[in-house]
């Protein structure tokens, strides 16, 4: 990836070290509501979406279900950012192309679709993240916008840890068939909300480490206790994959590279409350993987779906056709009365769209990793080796694997997690280049 072109400077920065951040990272209530405040339109319709896509007031209050709030702020932050935008700034990365690529492929293959209909139904499951991910980048573009914006996306992913952390506890830390349920919506599910909290166990560790010199008291006994809530709610969700994910993930936070015996009493206390507080019939899961129902058709879902990729190489069986085709022409593998998709990310853009856009979809995912690196990169060739921004590209790689492990067992290419950590994670590589930029232009 190139350097991004600059971005029109919406907003003057203050300097990572000035006390303007430093209020920032201290989680200090009145600067940054104070700052928010200050902000305009574009900005707040943009942190609004968030919101209400992640915390769900209008699950709570069922009165609030009036009007689509998700849609309605992101078409406010749109019009807002026409509005104020004194000219057209060019955000150009090469996560955005890929994408834009991506969708010309759903395209085609809704055009060419076993079941056209089907296919053109759900066009909006993939353009709607487009749209978002590229108001992100022109409307988050400042240190401070998206320290706030991740502020959001951290304490709505917080709600629903220390839910499902109660919920375990609650009951015993008993096991039961339905895990966890999350609220109406994207999480609702066991193994989606599974999945949520593994993101948000490698997220909310690195956050713990950026802001843990500014914080202290109860906010530092708060912000210690996401990645463990997270982790319990993972533990407590039933979901064999993303408990995967878990040990794969506390294997690079803490044993990967240079261990240290902090990291080893840390795993250690990881992986010792696993083993005590996981349940029994839990662990039977593990031992019956391969063998149970579940397992047998996820398995069948996975090898009818190679054959599908094989038999329809270069634009597949059809957008979201899986299930229909699946239905048609695999019926004898069918262990339960309906078909589902494929219980597997890579098995169902595979199936779908073929091996063209399998290889673009497994371009964004190599760019999901690489690019918080690149942020790190960067900072690196300013001479910087200690800094917030650097603890928050990891967290991005780890909570991005957490998706991506978890992934193989469940269906969620569609999901909010992949296209809102590119989202986040390109405008974090954004801000980090225009930070420079500024300071070098000062210089």
Not at 166 to 176: E, M, P, V
Not at 276 to 289: K, N, T, V, W
Request: aromatic content about 18%.
């Amino acid at each position: 990836m190139t350097k991004p072109d600059k971005i029109d400077p919406v907003e003057s920065e203050a300097p990572i070290n000035s006390a303007g951040m430093q209020d920032f990272l201290g989680l200090k209530i009145a600067p940054l509501w104070d700052y928010f405040r200050a902000e305009k339109l574009p900005f707040w319709a943009i942190c609004g979406y968030l919101f209400f896509e992640y915390f769900r007031p209008q699950s709570i209050l069922p009165a609030l279900n009036i009007v689509p709030w998700t849609q309605l702020f992101l078409m406010l932050a749109a019009i807002g950012w026409l509005t104020t935008s004194k000219k057209d700034p060019r955000v150009s990365n090469s996560i955005g192309f890929w994408l834009i690529v991506y969708f010309a492929i759903v395209l085609i293959s809704c055009q060419f679709a076993t079941f056209p209909k089907t296919a053109y139904n759900r066009l909006d499951f993939i353009y709607t993240w487009i749209v978002i991910y590229f108001l992100i980048q022109l409307v988050v573009t400042t240190e401070k916008r998206f320290f706030f914006f991740l502020l959001i996306f951290l304490a709505a992913s917080f709600k629903l840890s220390l839910f499902g952390a109660q919920t375990w506890a609650l009951r015993g830390f008993a096991f039961t068939s339905w895990g966890i349920r999350g609220p109406p919506g994207f999480f609702t599910n066991s193994g989606e909300l599974a999945v949520q909290m593994a993101v948000f166990f490698g997220l909310s560790y690195y956050f713990f480490l950026a802001v843990r010199k500014y914080i202290s008291g109860w906010r530092y006994w708060l912000v210690l206790s996401f990645p463990i809530t997270a982790a319990m709610t993972v533990l407590g969700a039933s979901s064999r994959g993303s408990q995967v994910a878990l040990v794969v993930q506390a294997y690079f936070m803490f044993l990967h590279g240079k261990v240290r015996i902090r990291s080893l009493l840390a795993i250690a206390v990881v992986i010792g409350a696993g083993y005590f507080l996981l349940p029994e019939e839990q662990m039977a899961r593990f031992q019956e993987a391969g063998t149970d129902k579940t397992s047998q058709q996820r398995l069948l879902y996975w090898q009818h779906g190679w054959e599908m990729m094989k038999e329809h190489p270069f634009i597949g069986v059809g957008y979201y056709n899986f299930p229909q085709y699946y239905a048609r022409h695999y019926s004898y593998d069918m262990l339960y009365d309906e078909p589902e998709l494929a219980h597997n990310i890579f098995i169902q853009v595979g199936a779908d769209l073929g091996f063209t856009g399998l290889a673009v979809y497994l371009i964004l995912v190599w760019l999901g990793f690489s690019i918080p690196a690149k942020v790190r990169k960067r900072l690196k060739q300013q001479g910087v080796t200690q800094d917030w921004r650097i603890d928050i590209s990891k967290g991005l790689g780890v909570g991005f694997l957490g998706f991506l492990i978890g992934g193989q067992f469940v269906s969620i290419v569609y999901y909010p997690y992949m296209w809102i950590h590119l989202a986040l994670s390109a405008a974090l590589l954004n801000t980090t280049y225009k930070a420079a930029d500024s300071r070098e232009a000062v210089k």
